[in-house]
Each structure stands twice: as structure tokens, then as C-alpha cells.
């Protein structure tokens, strides 16, 4: 049985999780729980809220789940390009402070790396590290071109093979799409194991901590 450690509440109603309006299969997604033994602790790092179908899916497995909805804090959604790198880094960490000895088994980012800029991402970045280990894997999305736009969409997990998609009801951050080659050098803490080119010009990505 699964349990949440951590759950980042909305305060206001409409902020709640809309319904799920459509269903997204994923081909690497799977490879996050290839290795995964239901009778293996895992711990399970979410960058976003917890949507009762990923609590649902996990509860197969003997998990730790840390759900931070980092779409919602002030530094990111009204502050971010007026801290400082320093400031940036701290107040991820401040966010990202878990017990001392975790180890991110599996990582969902969804597509929150395509709405920090370059300052942003090297805090991110510095921040997440200490809590990885060689066999995390990690799940996200980002951008073939810079010229995609990015829908104001959240995802969940329905099956192993199933996204859940809802309508995001918070206002659209503003978007900062990296290149493969800027993703590569800003989050140095992740190497890219596998890609896949989706149907509007997204990149499901599938990463893997970077020694």
C-alpha cells in the first residue's frame, strides 16, 4: 500500500482538479515500473498535485509518494524572473526538503521544465540532485521546436500505459522551451535515455540520473 507523504492542497476552490477530458497512451512511460516489484519500497517524486487516479494507480505498489505542486508557488508563477539564481535554488530546496536519506526512485515532471527560464532550470536542477540515485527515472515532456505552444493542461496516471489529461485551471505560466542541447547543459543532473516525437510537437521524454 502506497502513502502520500507530502500533499500540496490548492486553498481555493477553483483551483481544485477539473475533470479528465481526455486519455493519453504513452509508450515510455512503462519503463518507469519495467524493474518495479510491487513488493519493492519504492519513492515517487511528483511535480504537481495529487489527482486521485495517480494515488489510485500507486497504490499497487509499496510506495512513498511526495506530491509538490510547484506549478502553484508564488516564486515560480510571479517571482521567477526577478530572484536571483541563489534565491531560485533556495527557494526549490526550501520546497524540495525531504527527509534525510530519500532517494527518488521515479521522478514525474510532466512539462513543468518548459515553463522555467535559464536561471530557474539550473535551480531546479541543483536543488533535485541530492535526491537522486543511479537508478532514478525520471518522466517528462518537452518541446521538438521552440516554436510549440504548450496547452495549460495537467496529467495523472491512469494505467502504466495511460496518461489522464485535465484542463489546468490556474492561469498558463509563461512558457521558456528549451532545446534538447539547452536541456542537456542546464539539467545536467538527468541524462536522456529515450524520446519520443508526439502527434503536436511535444517530446515525451524518458531521463535518467546523470553521474
Not at 177 to 203: D, T, V
Request: with cysteine.
Amino acid at each position: 500500500m502506497s502513502s502520500v507523504a507530502r500533499k500540496i492542497e490548492s486553498p481555493t476552490g477553483w483551483l481544485r482538479p477539473g475533470p479528465i477530458v481526455s486519455r493519453q497512451p504513452s509508450k515510455l512511460l512503462p519503463a518507469l515500473f519495467r524493474r518495479a516489484d510491487v513488493n519493492q519500497r519504492l519513492t515517487v517524486l511528483e511535480i504537481g498535485p495529487a489527482l486521485h487516479e495517480t494515488v489510485e494507480f500507486f497504490s499497487q505498489f509499496r510506495c512513498r509518494l511526495h506530491f509538490v505542486d510547484l506549478f502553484q508557488e508564488s516564486f515560480v508563477r510571479e517571482q521567477q524572473t526577478s530572484l536571483s539564481e541563489k534565491d531560485l535554488r533556495q527557494a526549490f530546496k526550501e520546497q524540495l526538503r525531504f527527509q534525510a536519506g530519500t532517494q527518488i526512485d521515479i521522478c514525474l515532471l510532466w512539462d513543468f521544465l518548459c515553463y522555467l527560464d535559464d536561471r530557474a532550470l539550473r535551480a531546479f536542477n541543483a536543488a533535485l540532485r541530492p535526491w537522486l540515485h543511479p537508478g532514478t527515472k525520471t518522466h517528462g515532456f518537452g518541446v521538438h521546436h521552440l516554436a510549440i505552444r504548450l496547452e495549460n493542461i495537467q496529467y495523472g496516471i491512469i494505467d502504466k500505459e495511460t496518461l489522464s489529461i485535465r484542463k489546468r485551471r490556474s492561469e498558463q505560466l509563461p512558457c521558456f522551451p528549451h532545446s534538447q542541447i539547452e536541456m542537456h547543459e542546464m539539467m545536467n543532473c538527468f541524462a536522456f535515455e529515450r524520446g519520443l516525437l508526439l502527434p503536436e510537437g511535444k517530446l515525451e521524454m524518458l531521463l535518467k540520473q546523470r553521474d
